[in-house]
């Protein structure tokens, strides 16, 4: 019996030393996402940023900030970059795939702010009002300096 227990303590502590190693082991991690790519997360991240950008030149044309042909542009433009992102968002987005469409985004956010202030919108255009009662600056008597409320 002494034979059988200094054996089955044997085999037991032999399995323990095992079991460790073999919890260390784990599959090999797919490309895609080793040496540092972000895929998914990243992908979203911009996918959102493209969406909210469009939503924003949708709403500037709507109220005639923006005219139909730069809205047009600006939409085309932002729709190739959705694009972009979804073809590199199925193998993952590398470091300078990432910063290639956020250039693009930047540039596009950029021109959107430039055709929204270029003077479309009839409201400003050629005149000012700076005390803000509805009336053009040039055809008051203190050129806007004074307010009216």
Same mark, same amino acid.
């Given at each position: 019996?002494?034979?059988?227990?200094? +054996?089955?303590?044997?085999?037991? +502590?032999?399995? #323990?030393? #095992?079991?460790?190693?073999?919890?260390?082991?784990?599959?090999?991690?797919?490309?895609?996402?080793?040496?540092?790519?972000?895929?998914?997360?990243? #992908?979203?991240?911009?996918?959102?940023?493209?969406? %909210?950008?469009?939503?924003?030149?949708?709403?500037?044309?709507?109220?005639?900030?923006? +005219?139909?042909?730069?809205?047009?542009?600006?939409?085309?433009?932002?729709?190739?970059?959705?694009?972009?992102?979804?073809?590199?968002?199925?193998?993952?987005?590398?470091?300078? =795939?990432?910063?290639?469409? =956020?250039?693009?985004?930047?540039?596009? =956010?950029?021109?959107?702010?430039?055709?929204?202030?270029?003077?479309?919108?009839?409201?400003?255009?050629?005149?000012?009002?700076?005390?803000?009662?509805?009336?053009?600056?040039?055809?008051?008597?203190?050129?806007? %300096?004074?307010?009216?409320?």
């Amino acid at each position: 019996m002494r034979n059988y227990m200094i +054996s089955a303590a044997l085999l037991a +502590s032999t399995v #323990a030393m #095992a079991a460790p190693a073999a919890a260390q082991w784990a599959p090999p991690v797919p490309r895609g996402y080793a040496n540092g790519y972000n895929n998914y997360g990243q #992908a979203r991240r911009l996918e959102a940023r493209v969406q %909210t950008d469009r939503n924003q030149i949708r709403q500037l044309d709507r109220r005639n900030i923006l +005219s139909n042909r730069e809205a047009q542009r600006l939409d085309n433009e932002a729709r190739s970059i959705q694009l972009r992102i979804r073809q590199l968002g199925y193998n993952g987005l590398s470091g300078r =795939e990432r910063n290639e469409v =956020e250039r693009r985004l930047n540039q596009l =956010e950029r021109n959107i702010q430039r055709e929204a202030s270029d003077g479309n919108n009839y409201r400003n255009a050629g005149w000012s009002d700076r005390d803000r009662d509805g009336r053009d600056d040039r055809y008051e008597d203190d050129r806007g %300096t004074r307010r009216d409320n």
